[in-house]
């Protein structure tokens, strides 16, 4: 699967909002300096969530990583392109 | 004077724009079941033609098993009826729908797996829909005390031993409700299918999803619900199930939007009892059991088994309980 980090963000942003839709304003204004838990309000659960979400969007594996290993949304992106070349 | 103006003007901005919408909104979320019906929801253009198959499969199957109408009086002197499938086992599955819905919609891919095993099945029509007596839907705050109903009949009238409560959607919510209440020593275990976590927070996302002011809307629509139920809509499962000691299975979708999985998520969290998470890639709401219904049927009477070793299997008599 071929895709820009653009594109990436983009699906990420639905998964954020699928994880918690009361949080619209702060997800349609994260960047990717957004911090998981004190900017976006990540609990353990929603956690899980988007690892599930993106594993099953991406078709990709979290292998090796822990939710702990990503503090920002940047991170995440990163990990996502990583997998996916 | 001008300043009383003004108060009377926002008073009648209130009144038309917050209160009576809102009013409105507590009338229709509340009322009777009109349900969705299993053939228009199975047709090409249904929001479960995917499933078309199963669920018509399900259906067929229970009806052969043969199906009679039974009933019985709430606590609040409602009629409720529900189909009732005598197996003359000691072990009956209870299969609760959800909002609004058809219970063959809902259950009846789960009843025929229970069928199949040899399992006395009672499919009750939720009050306010079917027909069960009541013009107020309580979104499972109300239902619980039916389902407790329900296992007193069961215990008292059938052969019924043991039980296992299944719910879908308001149907888990209703069973969350009454976890702590039922009794570990009849009720085997609880599944809990996409169950939301309280009525206000499902009728806070209809707002958010319809362009309402939840933060106008709410306090209007729980001082209804109030009046109309005597119960206070933010009551969460989270209360319930942190003292429940019966087995809990839990179903969610990742792609549920009515629910969101979340949701489900932090009720299993919240659940003190032994229980177990299946999670099912991609699917919506109510739907969980569908996508694999035997990948399904086989974790889920996996997990029954641990918790209950005649639980899963099949044909388990009255005559080979009392032999056992």
Not at chain 2, 8 to 22: D, E, H, N, S
Not at chain 2, 125 to 146: K, M, Y
Not at chain 2, 268 to 295: M, N, Q, W
Request: overall charge negative.
């Amino acid at each position: 699967m071929e895709l820009t980090r653009t594109e990436i963000t983009e699906r990420l942003r639905e998964i954020l909002l699928a994880a918690d839709d009361r949080n619209r304003d702060v997800v349609a204004a994260c960047t990717e300096d957004s911090r998981l838990v004190a900017d976006l309000g990540f609990t353990s659960v929603s956690m899980l969530y988007m690892v599930i979400a993106i594993e099953e969007e991406f078709n990709i594996r979290f292998e090796n990583v822990g939710v702990a290993d990503f503090n920002t949304l940047g991170e995440v992106i990163d990990y996502i392109e990583a997998q996916l070349k | 004077m001008i300043v009383l103006y003004i108060l009377l003007g926002l008073a009648a901005l209130y009144l038309v724009f917050v209160f009576g919408p809102a009013a409105v909104a507590s009338k229709v979320i509340f009322s009777r079941g009109t349900g969705t019906e299993f053939d228009r929801a199975i047709a090409p253009e249904g929001d479960f033609a995917c499933y078309a198959e199963q669920l018509r499969a399900g259906r067929d199957l229970l009806y052969a098993e043969g199906l009679r109408e039974v009933s019985v009086s709430s606590e609040d002197g409602l009629r409720l009826a529900a189909d009732y499938r005598d197996a003359h086992s000691a072990y009956t599955a209870i299969l609760l729908h959800g909002y609004h819905s058809d219970p063959m919609l809902n259950v009846s891919v789960q009843g025929a797996c229970f069928a199949k095993r040899g399992y006395n099945i009672l499919i009750p029509d939720q009050r306010a829909h079917g027909r069960s007596g009541g013009e107020r839907t309580g979104l499972g705050i109300l239902e619980q005390e039916d389902l407790l109903t329900w296992t007193r009949w069961l215990l008292a009238e059938t052969s019924t031993r043991r039980i296992v409560v299944y719910g879908v959607s308001m149907g888990a919510a209703t069973t969350a409700y009454a976890s702590d209440r039922l009794d570990p020593q009849t009720v085997a275990a609880i599944v809990l299918d996409c169950g939301f976590d309280s009525p206000d927070s499902q009728i806070r996302r209809e707002c958010v999803k319809r362009h309402l002011p939840p933060f106008l809307m709410m306090p209007v629509i729980r001082l209804l619900a109030k009046r109309r139920l005597g119960r206070d809509i933010r009551c969460s499962v989270h209360d319930s199930l942190s003292r429940t000691t019966i087995p809990a299975y839990f179903l969610h979708g990742t792609r549920d939007q009515t629910v969101l999985w979340t949701e489900g998520r932090a009720a299993f969290e919240a659940c003190a009892s032994k229980k177990s998470f299946y999670s099912v890639a991609g699917v919506g709401h109510a739907a969980a059991f569908l996508k694999d219904p035997e990948r399904a049927e086989e974790a889920l009477f996996a997990f029954l088994e641990e918790v209950d070793p005649s639980a899963g299997r099949p044909h388990i008599s009255v005559n080979q309980t009392n032999q056992a």
